[in-house]
């Protein structure tokens, strides 16, 4: 899929999200970058990445990765992304994925296969992930039959955690909600960027999304009116967790 389908969705002259280009990855069962976005965009999900062939592969996952063998998470596959934006974290102020983005997680994965094309064209990629939250054996599985990147049914997969010792029944999701590079939630990202420019930008939502962006949006006008102490005080705080 390369990079096509992500530049063709984005302008940007209007978001912060890097451009970025292809690069050179490890091959074979050497390990390379995965990340885990949380974003705030229509709906709350998860974009799990992984890196291949010198782009993010992606899928979001509307859940949220568990750590309990016996869930299996939907991961929709969407288009790969840049290297670049594995570091990414902000505000998406207008456009396809408009919200706030997360870096949630971050670190490396080792496939447990020989061929990483082969697998994901079979539908049933194995490998090791070794991030801050995310640790031990995992595995993607297509659902539906189709050839990798073709489009249609088969963008529909499961993201399983294999029972080894970093498998249990913990939400990791409630239990670590916070981001791996800023240490702070959505509304700490929020409120580095401009509140009054997100508020009269910001796309129309309803429903349990909207009452979260509100919410969210609330709390960022506050600690952005804050005096810097207070706000470094609470950051202390929250890293201290």
């Known amino acids: 899929m390369a990079l096509d389908e992500y530049t063709r969705k984005r302008d940007f002259n209007k978001s912060p999200e890097p451009v970025g280009t292809p690069r050179r990855s490890p091959g074979g069962r050497r390990p390379r970058f995965f990340c885990v976005q949380k974003h705030l965009a229509s709906h709350l999900h998860y974009d799990f990445r992984l890196e291949h062939e010198g782009v993010l592969l992606s899928w979001a996952v509307p859940k949220g990765p568990s750590l309990d063998p016996s ?3 939907l991961a929709m596959h969407v288009e790969d992304h840049p290297i670049e934006y594995g570091e990414f974290e902000g505000v998406i102020p207008s456009g396809y994925g408009a919200g706030i983005v997360m870096l949630w997680d971050r ?20 490998f090791t992930l070794d ?19 073709s489009g249609g049914p088969d963008r ?20 670590a909600p916070l981001s791996v590079k800023s240490r702070g939630d959505f509304a700490d990202i929020l409120s580095e960027e401009n509140p009054d420019i997100w508020q009269s930008n910001r796309p129309a939502k309803g429903g349990e999304t909207g009452a979260l962006f509100e919410k969210i949006i609330h709390r960022a006008v506050e ?18 967790r």
Not at 107 to 121: F, R, S, Y
Not at 131 to 149: A, C, F
């Open 156 to 175: 529909s997969w499961l993201l399983i955690k294999h029972r080894d010792n970093w498998a249990g029944p913990v939400d990791i999701a409630e239990f």
């Open 71 to 73: 869930v299996k998470r």
């Open 107 to 126: 670190g490396t994965w080792t496939p447990e296969v020989d061929d990483v094309d082969a697998a994901l064209k079979r539908g049933d990629l194995k």
């Open 223 to 240: 600690m952005r009116s804050s005096p810097p102490a207070k706000r470094k005080a609470t950051a202390r705080k929250k890293k201290a």
């Open 131 to 149: 991030g801050v939250k995310l640790k031990g054996s995992w595995v993607l599985v297509r659902t539906k039959g189709g050839g990798w990147g």
